[in-house]
C-alpha cells in the first residue's frame, strides 16, 4: 500500500512527467556506455579469478546475478564500484552511495538465491542495521588495511597474498616432514 508520504519526495523533485522521463532518460543516456560494459566488464572478473576460497565463490554466482550488480553501479553513474576507504569517512556522499550500491544489490541477489552456495542467512539479510555494521567493518576496517598498505608500498597486497600461499606451503611441508620423522 502506497501513502502519501510515499509519494511526497517524488512530487517535490518532479514537477511534471517530462521531467521526471527526461531524468530517466538522461540517467541512462548518459551512463549507457558504461551499462553496455557491464557485460564484459563481468567476463573479465570471471577470467581474472585466480585459485582460492573467495574466486570459487564467484564463480559459483550466477553470471545475471553478476549483471545486476554491475549495472546498478554503472547506471548510478559510477565507472566502478571503489569506495574511498583511506578518506576515513564512511558517511560522504561518494561512500554513502558506494555502501547502499552494495546493500540493496547484496539483498536483492540473496533474495533471488544468489548467494545459497555461501550458506547466507536470509532473515539477517534484510536487517539494515547489522548489515550496514557488517559492510562498514569490512570496508572501513578490512579494505582501509589493504589500501593504506597498497599506498605506503604499491604491489604488496599482491606480494602479501603470494607470500601466505608460499608461507602455507612451507608449513605443510615442514609438518610432514616432522611427522615423518617422528618429531611432532
Known amino acids: 500500500m502506497v501513502t502519501p508520504e510515499d509519494k511526497v519526495p517524488f512530487t517535490q523533485r518532479y514537477s511534471s512527467e517530462a521531467q521526471l522521463k527526461n531524468s530517466v532518460t538522461s540517467s541512462l543516456d548518459d551512463n549507457s556506455g558504461r551499462i553496455q560494459d ?22 559459483r554466482i550466477q553470471e545475471c546475478h553478476l549483471l545486476l550488480i554491475f549495472r546498478t553501479v554503472a547506471c548510478l553513474g559510477l565507472a566502478k564500484w571503489a569506495p574511498d576507504v583511506l578518506s576515513g569517512d564512511p558517511e560522504s ?16 541477489v540473496s533474495a533471488a538465491y544468489g548467494y545459497s552456495h555461501m550458506g547466507a542467512n536470509l532473515s539477517c539479510v534484510h536487517d539494515f542495521a547489522l548489515m550496514r555494521k557488517l559492510y562498514r567493518s569490512f570496508v572501513f576496517s578490512y579494505m582501509y588495511g589493504l589500501a593504506k598498505s597498497e599506498a605506503k608500498s604499491p604491489g604488496s597486497v599482491v606480494k602479501g597474498k603470494q607470500m601466505t600461499s608460499v608461507w602455507k606451503r612451507r608449513n605443510t611441508v615442514r609438518m610432514l616432514l616432522l611427522l615423518k620423522c617422528g618429531l611432532h
Do not use: C, P, W
Not at 38 to 59: C, F, H, P, Q, T
Not at 93 to 108: C, D, G, P, V
Open 93 to 108: 556522499m561518494y561512500n554513502l552511495l558506494h555502501e547502499h550500491i552494495a546493500l540493496k544489490t547484496f539483498e536483492q
Open 38 to 59: 557491464a557485460k564484459a566488464k563481468v567476463a573479465e572478473l570471471i577470467s581474472s579469478l585466480e585459485d582460492g576460497m573467495i574466486a570459487a565463490n564467484i564463480r
